[in-house]
């Protein structure tokens, strides 16, 4: 995940790329019992190229919870694998398997608000959800963080460190509040 500098919107790299960091992503959650099995089951079918298959195995899961379904699902809406592309329904996915404890699918939260893909641009929430997925246990942010920190301000920094803060300690209800300041998560048309 590359930042591109000043005038160009921040926007990170997409292309093959793109897709290697975020399948990484994906499949990265841990899951225990039945549901890692199923879970594997649909990765493998997602690793053969058929999305729709791992729809199928994914949907019962994420309804039951399972986070890491959720999380599979919620990159399937993000990239229109297998489903028609919903940039709503992969947020909101996304927000459940973080709220379940997924450890990747905040930074898959972050890459929608570095890239403004889906949601308004938003490098402070970006930040936020890094910072999140480091919370959870993911032990690949650091890069991610820096990368985004370089582009922002200390006092944006701040900012991004207590949204946070208070979005882990509200449960995940707090998420899209900046301090003092509604944030609308509203998922809008990809560029």
């Known amino acids: 995940m590359d930042v591109k500098g000043p005038g ?3 926007r990170f790299a997409a292309g093959g790329k793109f897709f290697a ?14 549901f890692a099995q199923n879970f594997q089951s649909g990765r493998a079918a997602l690793e053969r190229g058929d999305a729709q298959r791992a729809r199928q195995i994914w949907k019962p899961l994420a309804a039951a919870g399972d986070a890491d379904a959720l999380n599979g699902l919620g ?5 229109g694998k297998g ?5 709503g329904r992969a947020l909101a996915l996304y927000l459940e398997a973080t709220k379940g404890g997924n450890a990747a699918a905040p930074t898959n939260l972050a890459q929608m608000y570095a890239s403004g893909d889906g949601v308004p641009q938003d490098l402070i929430s970006a930040y936020m959800w890094m910072r999140i997925a480091g919370l959870n ?11 985004v920190a370089g582009v922002l301000g200390i006092g944006d920094i701040e900012k991004g460190e ?4 208070l979005c882990v300690k509200s449960g995940f209800r707090l998420c899209h509040m900046a301090p003092g300041k509604p944030s609308d ?7």
């Open 75 to 79: 990159w399937l809406y993000d990239t």
């Open 21 to 34: 960091i975020i399948l990484v992503l994906l499949l990265s959650g841990e899951a225990g019992g039945a």
């Open 83 to 87: 489903v028609a592309e919903d940039n």
């Open 162 to 165: 207590l949204r946070a803060k």
């Open 137 to 147: 246990g993911y032990a690949d942010v650091a890069s991610g963080l820096e990368q």
């Open 185 to 191: 998560p509203a998922p809008v048309p990809r560029r």
């Open 8 to 10: 160009s919107g921040f």
